[in-house]
């Protein structure tokens, strides 16, 4: 293991999660615990990305939104229908 890894563990995980993260796993032909490092690099890097970019947005703002317009924000998106 590399010095700079850790180890994770989850418990309770639905059953069907596990099976499709062995399908995914399957069709990359990789095991399920490699493919639960690249699911989890993914969406933090991706994660990260936005947060910078919202970062650099809130920048060139003249203020940062309250929490209260964050969250009306928040809920006028989930008031939209979703597409069909």
């Given amino acids: 293991m590399k010095r700079d890894s850790a180890t994770l ?3 309770n ?16 032909n990789q ?3 490699q493919e639960v490092r690249d699911i989890l690099e993914e969406y933090v890097a991706e994660r990260a990305s ?3 970019q919202i ?3 809130w920048e060139r703002q ?15 998106g989930r008031d ?3 597409s069909e």
């Fill in 9 to 11: 563990t989850i418990r």
């Fill in 13 to 28: 995980l639905p059953a069907r999660v596990v099976r499709g993260l062995k399908a995914l796993a399957r069709r990359r």
């Fill in 55 to 57: 970062e650099a947005s």
């Fill in 80 to 82: 939209f229908p979703a």
């Fill in 50 to 52: 936005v947060l910078k």
């Fill in 62 to 76: 003249a203020r940062r939104p309250s929490g209260e317009e964050i969250d009306a924000w928040i809920s006028a």
């Fill in 31 to 33: 095991s399920m615990e």
